[in-house]
């Protein structure tokens, strides 16, 4: 696959920047005047009750949902002109990470990787081996290659998800309720890597999570899906207890 060029970031400065965008399901607005600008390097949690948009904000920002008001932008990619081809390469420069892991189950983890990386474009096999033993490493699981998904717990389980959404070097992680099937101990653990590796790698992450006891233990900006808006207030004024569904 050859490689595209532009910068990740626009002329503000943002890698992402949604403003006076619309986030639809089909002929239903899930959210309207979009307005949001992260920066690159930025650890961003999406907060709000069940179904109020957070995956459809994040599926829009992979170009699963169609963006057709208002400007949208999302690592170099303009979301209102993607173009079906331009799919892959905007998702090259993103890494997602799902709460039901999504490994394939009928290999190993380092199948699972190479699987991955050949997708996209990946041919040279010494390269491959070096790229997964790299994401490995950063999420602790070096050792763990050969194992089968379902001899892993959970939460190794989300690391090798984690492992495979850095594969192609991306500068926007984005996570669906990464910690959605783990317990709390887990739980705290992956997120301590998340913001490592935000930290560490210079990633962007934008985490959609309903764990607003990891928030607290791990504070960070948080954007709320309500009522069909957006909105964003000091972590200290979000009354936590009103968005318990
Ligand atoms: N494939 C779909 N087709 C039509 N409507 C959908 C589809 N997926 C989700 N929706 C609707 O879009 C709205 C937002 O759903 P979404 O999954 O984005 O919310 P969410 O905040 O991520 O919820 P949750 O916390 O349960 O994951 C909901 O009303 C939902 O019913």
């Known amino acids: 696959m050859a ?7 626009n ?5 992402v920047e949604i403003s006076d965008g619309l986030v639809r399901q089909k002929e239903n607005i899930i959210l309207r005047d979009v307005n949001l600008e992260v920066k690159p390097g930025e650890f961003v949690y999406l907060i709000g009750r069940v179904g109020s948009g957070k995956s459809s904000l994040l599926k829009t920002f992979y170009g699963d949902l169609p963006f057709t008001d208002g400007y949208g932008f999302v690592v170099g990619y303009s979301l209102k002109m993607l173009k079906n ?4 390469y905007l998702r090259r420069k993103m890494g997602i990470v799902f709460q039901d892991f999504q490994l394939l189950t009928d290999r190993n983890v380092y199948d699972n990787l190479q699987f991955v990386l050949k997708a996209t474009g990946w ?6 081996d070096h ?4 994401v490995l490493s950063k999420v602790d699981m070096v050792h763990k290659g050969y194992k089968m998904p379902h001899q892993l717990s959970g939460g190794e389980q989300q690391r090798i998800g984690i492992a495979r959404s850095l594969l ?5 992680i984005l996570a669906d309720e990464p910690t959605g099937n783990l317990d709390p101990d ?8 998340l913001h490592h590796i935000c930290k560490e790698e210079s990633k962007t992450v934008i985490m959609a999570t309903h764990n607003y006891g990891l928030i607290k233990k791990f ?3 948080t954007i709320r899906c309500e009522n069909t808006r957006l909105v964003e207030s000091a972590q200290e004024e979000i009354d936590f207890d009103q968005l318990i569904e």
Not at 3 to 9: F, N
Not at 123 to 128: A, F, L, Y
Request: hydrophobic letters at 25%; a positive charge.
């Open 85 to 88: 081809r331009q799919l892959p």
């Open 123 to 128: 041919k040279n096999q010494t390269d491959m």
């Open 186 to 193: 887990t739980s705290d653990d992956l997120l301590e890597l």
């Open 131 to 134: 790229q997964i033993r790299d």
């Open 11 to 15: 002329k503000k400065g943002n890698i």
């Open 3 to 9: 490689k595209e060029t532009q910068p990740v970031i």
């Open 219 to 221: 504070p960070g900006r």
């Open 168 to 172: 192609n070097k991306p500068d926007l």
